[in-house]
């Protein structure tokens, strides 16, 4: 069970005073490293300039980014966001781990979509489309060590 008073540290007061565009333009880069060699033509389409924010509710992250012709684009502000995920970390890692489906998450309110409910949807049938070559090798490694600390979903 995470400690309630977690984010009151010290290291989560730092965490929470970096700025956001250095881990938004690693993030992106992520994106466009594992996910984006999976994405079909006309998916990059419907997905081209919409603003995405993901926000992790246990750690001080956010992160905003949108698809543009040469890849994913980490957003400095200049666009709200169309569509809002909003989970603790756990969450994510047990989706990218496919341990949970999407769908039971979300009904269950430990996944929030908010915004433009089609264009969520849209992205997570993608998400749950994708092989799971997608998801580097060092997740699958590193996650089963990591997931006693993170917090339950």
Known sequence: ???????????????????????NALFCHALNRHLLPFLN????????DQPVRLIITDFPWQFDFALAPFGFRP????????VTFTAPLAVYCALIAQEEDSDTLFFQRR?????????????????DALPR????????SLYPKCKPWLTTP
Request: charged share 20%.
């Open 133 to 140: 070559e997608a998801v580097p090798a060092l997740f699958f």
């Open 111 to 127: 996944l929030r979509v908010s915004g433009d409910t089609a264009l969520g949807l849209f992205i997570k049938n993608t998400l």
């Open 41 to 48: 033509p006309e998916t990059r389409r419907s997905l081209w």
């Open 1 to 23: 069970m995470a400690d309630p008073n977690r984010s009151r540290t010290p290291f989560f007061a730092l965490l929470a005073q970096l700025p956001r565009y250095p881990a």
């Open 75 to 82: 957003l400095t502000g200049e666009m709200p966001p169309r």
